[in-house]
C-alpha cells in the first residue's frame, strides 16, 4: 500500500507539471506574438502569428484569421488580409455546437469546445474588410460588406429580445452610411445614418452612456437634404437642435480618418467559491460576498448525484472576466489650414465587450456551476472507494478548473472619427494626440480630386503599460 501511493504521489505530480502547462490564459500562452504586436514590431508579429500554422485547424480557429487579417491590414497589406478576414467571416456562418465536446467541457473546463467568437467581434469582422475595400478603392465590394453587416445585425436583433442587451449597434450603421455616401447613394446613407441616431438615442445612452457624435448629426441632415427629404431634413433639424444648419457644398475632397485609440481588454479567470445548499429536488449556490445565488433542480439527475450534489457544502469555480487596458491617450484633434477639429468617440469596443459578457453572465455562470459541482461531486464519490484514487482525482479537478479566456485581443480599446473637407490637390493635416500634458502630432499628406472620399485610419496601441506602437495606414 505505502509502494502504491508512492507511485501515486509521483504520478500526481508529474500530471499536476503537465496540466498547469495548459493552464496559462490565452494572453499569456501567447505572450511572443502579444508582445510584439504591443510594441509595434507588426512585421514580427506577422511571423510569429503565422509560424504556428496549426492554430488554423484549432480551438482557437476564428481568433488565427481575424489576428492574420488585422495584422496584415495595419502593414498595407488588404488584400491578403481580406483573404484572413473571409475566413474568419465564413467560420461564423458556418459554425455549428459540436455537442460531444460540449459534453466532455462539463467534465474538464470550456477551452476544449471551439472558440465562437463574441457577438461584436463578428461585427468588427465586416468592419476591417469594408475598410480594407475601400482603401483598394472598390467600393462596390464594401457595399457587399455592408449588406453582411446588416444581416449580422437582424441577427442580433432576433437572438436578443430584451433592450437591455446589447443587439443594435451604432457605429456599424454609421460605418454603412458613410461607405453608400461614398458611393453617392445619398438616401441609403440616410437611412444608415438616421439607424445610426436610433441607436444612440435608444441604446446606448443607456446602456454605455454615449452621446451621439455631432458628426453624425452633420451627416444625417446632409444626406436629407441631397436625398430630397424636406420634412425629414426639417424634422431632424428640430429635433437636433440645429435650426442655424444648411447644406453647403464643397468644392474639394473628404478625408474620413479613423483613430483606433489603445487595446481591447483581455480574458482573465475570476476564482469564485460557492456555498451549497440543497432543498427538496433543488440546489442552491450562494455567493454572499456578491450576494449572488443560483437555484438548479435536480430533475433529470440520478440519485447518486443528486446525493453527492446534496452533500457539497463548498467549493470554487473559475469563470471568465473581462480586464480593461485604459487608453493612454485621452483626446485628440486634427488641425488643418483652416480649422482644428475633435475627434469623436464613434465606438468604445471596451464596453462593449464586457457589456456582451455581462449579458450572458447568468448562462456561464450557471454552466461553471454545474461543471465544477459534478466534478467535486465525482471525486467524492471515489474518495470513498479509494482514497489515494480519489485524491489524484481533486488534483486533476483544481488543475482543470479553468475559464475560458479567448478573446480578439489586437482590437482597439475604442474608435473615434471626423470628417475632414479638404482642397482639391495637395494637403496634409496634423493630428494632435493628448495625454495630460503631453501632446504627440503626426502629420499626413493627401492628394484629393474634387468629390473624392478618401478613408484613412490611425492605429495608437498605446495603454497604460509599457510603450507600444502607432501606425497610420
Same mark, same amino acid.
Given at each position: 500500500?505505502?509502494?502504491?501511493?508512492?507511485?501515486?504521489?509521483?504520478?500526481?505530480?508529474?500530471?499536476?507539471?503537465?496540466?498547469?502547462?495548459?493552464?496559462?490564459?490565452?494572453?499569456?500562452?501567447?505572450?511572443?506574438?502579444?508582445?510584439?504586436?504591443?510594441?509595434?514590431?507588426?512585421?514580427?508579429?506577422?511571423?510569429?502569428?503565422?509560424?504556428?500554422?496549426?492554430?488554423?485547424?484549432?480551438?482557437?480557429?476564428?481568433?488565427?484569421?481575424?489576428?492574420?487579417?488585422?495584422?496584415?491590414?495595419?502593414?498595407?497589406?488588404?488584400?491578403?488580409?481580406?483573404?484572413?478576414?473571409?475566413?474568419?467571416?465564413?467560420?461564423?456562418?458556418?459554425?455549428?455546437?459540436?455537442?460531444?465536446?460540449?459534453?466532455?467541457?462539463?467534465?474538464?473546463?470550456?477551452?476544449?469546445?471551439?472558440?465562437?467568437?463574441?457577438?461584436?467581434?463578428?461585427?468588427?469582422?465586416?468592419?476591417?474588410?469594408?475598410?480594407?475595400?475601400?482603401?483598394?478603392?472598390?467600393?462596390?465590394?464594401?457595399?457587399?460588406e455592408c449588406r453582411r453587416v446588416n444581416t449580422r445585425l437582424q441577427q442580433l436583433s432576433d437572438r436578443y429580445s430584451s433592450n437591455e442587451k446589447y443587439q443594435r449597434d451604432a457605429f456599424i450603421h454609421t460605418l454603412m452610411g458613410?461607405?453608400?455616401?461614398?458611393?453617392?447613394?445619398?438616401?441609403?446613407?440616410?437611412?444608415?445614418?438616421?439607424?445610426?441616431?436610433?441607436?444612440?438615442?435608444?441604446?446606448?445612452?443607456?446602456?454605455?452612456? %454615449?452621446?451621439? !457624435?455631432? /458628426? =453624425?448629426?452633420? @451627416?444625417?441632415?446632409?444626406? &436629407?437634404?441631397? #436625398?430630397?427629404?424636406?420634412?425629414?431634413?426639417?424634422?431632424?433639424?428640430?429635433?437636433?437642435?440645429?435650426?442655424?444648419?444648411?447644406?453647403?457644398?464643397?468644392t474639394g475632397g473628404e478625408v474620413i480618418f479613423f483613430w483606433h485609440n489603445g487595446l481591447a481588454p483581455i480574458k482573465a479567470e475570476w476564482g469564485l467559491t460557492f456555498a451549497v445548499n440543497k432543498r427538496d429536488n433543488w440546489v442552491y449556490f450562494y455567493n454572499e460576498q456578491l450576494g449572488?445565488?443560483?437555484?438548479?433542480?435536480?430533475?433529470?439527475?440520478?440519485?447518486?448525484?443528486?446525493?453527492?450534489?446534496?452533500?457539497?457544502?463548498?467549493?470554487?469555480?473559475?469563470?471568465?472576466?473581462?480586464?480593461?487596458?485604459?487608453?493612454?491617450?485621452?483626446?485628440?484633434?486634427?488641425?488643418?489650414?483652416? %480649422?482644428?477639429? !475633435?475627434? /469623436? =468617440?464613434?465606438? @468604445?469596443?471596451?464596453?462593449? &465587450?464586457?457589456? #456582451?459578457?455581462?449579458?450572458?453572465?447568468?448562462?456561464?455562470?450557471?454552466?461553471?456551476?454545474?461543471?465544477?459541482?459534478?466534478?467535486?461531486?465525482?471525486?467524492?464519490?471515489?474518495?470513498?472507494?479509494?482514497?489515494?484514487?480519489?485524491?489524484?482525482?481533486?488534483?486533476?479537478?483544481?488543475?482543470?478548473?479553468?475559464?475560458?479566456?479567448?478573446?480578439?485581443?489586437?482590437?482597439?480599446?475604442?474608435?473615434?472619427?471626423?470628417?475632414?473637407?479638404?482642397?482639391?490637390?495637395?494637403?496634409?493635416?496634423?493630428?494632435?494626440?493628448?495625454?495630460?500634458?503631453?501632446?504627440?502630432?503626426?502629420?499626413?499628406?493627401?492628394?484629393?480630386?474634387?468629390?473624392?472620399?478618401?478613408?484613412?485610419?490611425?492605429?495608437?496601441?498605446?495603454?497604460?503599460?509599457?510603450?507600444?506602437?502607432?501606425?497610420?495606414?
Open positions: 500500500m505505502r509502494f502504491r501511493s508512492k507511485h501515486l504521489a509521483k504520478a500526481t505530480t508529474l500530471l499536476a507539471l503537465w496540466l498547469t502547462a495548459g493552464c496559462a490564459s490565452y494572453y499569456q500562452a501567447n505572450q511572443s506574438f502579444n508582445q510584439e504586436f504591443e510594441r509595434g514590431n507588426l512585421q514580427a508579429a506577422l511571423a510569429t502569428l503565422q509560424s504556428n500554422t496549426k492554430e488554423a485547424n484549432s480551438k482557437r480557429e476564428f481568433l488565427y484569421y481575424v489576428n492574420n487579417g488585422l495584422v496584415l491590414s495595419m502593414t498595407g497589406q488588404y488584400e491578403e488580409s481580406n483573404r484572413y478576414f473571409e475566413k474568419a467571416y465564413l467560420f461564423g456562418e458556418d459554425y455549428r455546437i459540436n455537442y460531444l465536446n460540449e459534453v466532455a467541457s462539463y467534465l474538464t473546463n470550456p477551452t476544449i469546445t471551439t472558440y465562437r467568437g463574441e457577438d461584436h467581434e463578428h461585427l468588427m469582422v465586416l468592419y476591417y474588410k469594408a475598410i480594407n475595400y475601400l482603401k483598394l478603392g472598390n467600393t462596390q465590394a464594401a457595399l457587399v458613410l461607405i453608400y455616401e461614398s458611393d453617392k447613394d445619398y438616401n441609403n446613407a440616410f437611412i444608415a445614418y438616421r439607424n445610426a441616431l436610433a441607436v444612440y438615442e435608444e441604446d446606448y445612452s443607456r446602456l454605455f452612456r %454615449a452621446h451621439t !457624435p455631432q /458628426q =453624425l448629426k452633420v @451627416d444625417l441632415l446632409r444626406t &436629407a437634404w441631397l #436625398s430630397g427629404l424636406t420634412e425629414e431634413f426639417e424634422f431632424f433639424k428640430a429635433k437636433l437642435q440645429m435650426p442655424e444648419y444648411e447644406y453647403k457644398p464643397h449572488i445565488s443560483f437555484p438548479f433542480s435536480l430533475d433529470g439527475y440520478d440519485q447518486k448525484d443528486k446525493d453527492g450534489l446534496g452533500n457539497l457544502q463548498i467549493f470554487r469555480v473559475a469563470f471568465p472576466r473581462y480586464l480593461e487596458r485604459p487608453q493612454f491617450y485621452s483626446q485628440a484633434t486634427i488641425a488643418t489650414n483652416e %480649422a482644428e477639429l !475633435p475627434l /469623436q =468617440l464613434l465606438e @468604445d469596443v471596451n464596453q462593449i &465587450a464586457f457589456k #456582451s459578457l455581462q449579458q450572458r453572465m447568468h448562462l456561464e455562470l450557471s454552466k461553471a456551476l454545474i461543471r465544477a459541482a459534478l466534478k467535486k461531486v465525482t471525486e467524492n464519490q471515489l474518495r470513498k472507494e479509494d482514497k489515494a484514487l480519489g485524491s489524484v482525482l481533486g488534483v486533476i479537478n483544481a488543475i482543470t478548473e479553468k475559464a475560458d479566456t479567448r478573446n480578439w485581443q489586437t482590437l482597439p480599446h475604442s474608435i473615434y472619427y471626423t470628417r475632414l473637407a479638404l482642397p482639391e490637390g495637395k494637403s496634409s493635416i496634423t493630428l494632435k494626440l493628448q495625454t495630460g500634458a503631453q501632446t504627440d502630432t503626426h502629420t499626413f499628406n493627401y492628394q484629393l480630386t474634387r468629390g473624392q472620399i478618401l478613408f484613412h485610419t490611425f492605429s495608437s496601441l498605446e495603454s497604460r503599460y509599457p510603450n507600444y506602437g502607432q501606425f497610420g495606414y
